[in-house]
């Protein structure tokens, strides 16, 4: 079975401060997505940022970069110079190949729910 | 100019009634998604229409039937409703070519008393 695991299900970061979270993925495919959702109180899922597997230079949005360690199948996120706006539900995700007419989904890991203190 | 809309964003039922949630997207994708986030956030795929055809049905009990009129809706009804049916149920839609870049809705809180 394909899976996505978030080992974190809390953490917390000082404002202004870096934070790190894991995930770690299983996967027999050889092309595939990943990702990184945020989900802050207002429930609205809003993408932060995306890997492609086949590129090994790690994506970089703005405060929000990776890790991806395709041997490892590791897929960290960093947040750096953090904000109280970052407080929110970070969900890992692995775009997986459901079934044999080709349809893909979002698998889910459980989540890393992040507190920013002032 | 809202991407991915759902209604009702609410829902609060009894057990046994039949509810449907809507689901409509303005992207021109042909690709749309229902999600299902439990109690302990949890999300995970229920079904997936491609230009109305169903091509993922995730083990969901049959009293869940997606209805896709088009390919710009995609709606969920649920028939006796049970205790253990309160979620939140995301929509999401893509284009068939691009399954990565998945947009979703602003959920739908179901609670059934």
């Known amino acids: 079975a394909q899976t996505v695991t978030q080992s974190q299900p809390e953490m917390s970061v000082q404002e202004a401060e870096t934070v790190t979270l894991s995930c770690t993925y299983d996967?027999?495919?050889?092309?595939?997505?990943l990702f990184w959702y945020k989900q802050p109180p207002s429930r609205q899922m809003i993408l932060v940022i995306r890997q492609e597997a086949y590129k090994q230079q790690n994506a970089t949005e703005n405060r929000f970069s990776v890790n991806f360690q395709k041997a490892a199948k590791s897929f960290s996120l960093k947040i750096s110079d953090s904000q109280l706006g970052d407080a929110a539900m970070y969900f890992c995700a692995y775009r997986s190949l459901v079934n044999s007419n080709s349809g893909y989904a979002l698998n889910f890991g459980k989540g890393t729910s992040l507190l920013v203190t002032p | 100019d809202t991407a991915v809309s759902q209604t009702p964003k609410y829902l609060v039922t009894q057990m046994g009634n039949d509810k449907s949630i809507k689901c409509e997207q303005n992207?021109?994708?042909?690709?749309m998604y229902w999600y299902k986030q439990d109690s302990k956030k949890f999300l995970k795929i229920m079904f997936s229409y491609n230009n109305k055809e169903l091509i993922i049905n995730e083990t969901v009990p049959n009293r869940f039937s997606p209805k896709s009129p088009d390919k710009a809706h995609l709606n969920l009804h649920i028939n006796s409703l049970e205790l253990g049916d309160s979620a939140v149920y995301f929509c999401a839609s893509s284009r068939r070519t691009a399954t990565y870049e998945q947009y979703f809705g602003p959920g739908t809180r179901l609670t059934v008393t």
């Open positions: 996967t027999s495919e050889s092309d595939y997505y």
């Open positions: 992207l021109g994708h042909d690709t």
